[in-house]
């Protein structure tokens, strides 16, 4: 794959079905994590918060495991032991996200079978629900161990270090370029045709009618909405449509570039949430 057809797509213009594709499956993330956050606090008492996750550890775990990416992605090239460690990321938030509603029994078994179908069953809307159950559970049990404000600095910090990793070093594009090239897809795909969601993950090659979005646009505002169901549900609410909103500008700016090359999402989808929130804050709603 040439760099410059790097989330290029054939058409000049995002098609609208891409953009309804990722509103539903935005949708769908922030419905579960507002509803299991808040089904935490009302029904499951016995469920009790950790202490709250310090923002310097929270990111300096995240650079540690960045850099440690980084380097596995340079210097690994068997995929057995990225998909390892991806599947069992995703399994980790399937059992949170499970347990909450399901008893404990239940709750592995539906996680371990979510999990393994994923192997034999590569369909992309399979790949896409298994991604976002998954990533919805991790954001809410991180996010209810973060106050509010601790939430919103995150995703601010992270919004500038995305812009850098895609512009300024470029190491973001290379490890999710290097991932692809192993046949590791650990990102929401969006084709131009609805009924393509029905595709093999064989089939997908970014550049060629796909676009490929990362978790971390998805978990990092997740994890901000969670963080707000912590104090009024009004604000998290609002913030997740924001952050919808800021996924259908992020798109339309991609769509108008002269020059079409890879692009950060979080930011725009970052500064939609936080627009959301400040508008349920200073209205107070």
């Known amino acids: 794959m040439k760099k410059d057809d790097f989330y290029k797509m054939k058409k000049t213009k995002i098609p609208f079905i891409i953009i309804i594709q990722g509103l539903s499956w935005f949708l769908i993330c922030f419905f579960l994590i507002v509803i299991t956050a808040r089904f935490i606090f009302l029904k499951a008492p016995i469920y009790v918060p ?33 998909e390892a460690f991806l599947t069992l990321a995703v399994f980790a938030g399937l059992w ?70 895609v512009y300024a070093t470029g190491h973001m594009v290379q490890m999710f370029r290097g991932l692809i090239e192993r046949g590791v897809i650990f990102a929401l795909i969006l084709p131009v045709k609805a ?43 609002f913030a997740a449509f924001g952050a919808m909103l800021g996924f259908i500008l992020m798109n339309i700016i991609f769509a108008n570039q002269a020059q079409k090359r890879p692009m950060p999402a979080l930011p725009l989808i970052a500064a939609g949430a936080v627009l959301g929130f400040v508008v349920a804050f200073v209205l107070k709603i």
């Open 50 to 82: 950790g202490e709250p996750v310090s923002i310097w550890y929270f990111l300096l775990l995240f650079f540690l495991m960045t850099l440690l990416f980084f380097l596995l992605v340079r210097k690994v090239k068997s995929r057995i032991f990225f």
């Open 195 to 237: 009924s393509w969601l029905g595709r093999s993950l064989k089939e997908v090659k970014p550049g060629e009618d796909f676009m490929l979005l990362g978790t971390g646009d998805l978990a990092l505002p997740g994890l901000f909405v969670a963080s707000l169901v912590r104090e009024n549900v009004t604000w998290a609410i």
């Open 96 to 165: 949170f996200l499970c347990d909450i509603w399901l008893n404990s029994d239940l709750a592995v078994a539906a996680a371990l079978l979510m999990t393994i179908l994923k192997f034999f069953y590569k369909r992309i809307w399979w790949q896409n629900m298994v991604i976002v159950l998954g990533v919805s559970g991790i954001a809410i049990s991180l996010g209810l161990s973060l106050p509010w404000i601790t939430g919103l600095a995150l995703l601010m910090i992270l919004s500038f270090y995305d812009i850098a990793a």
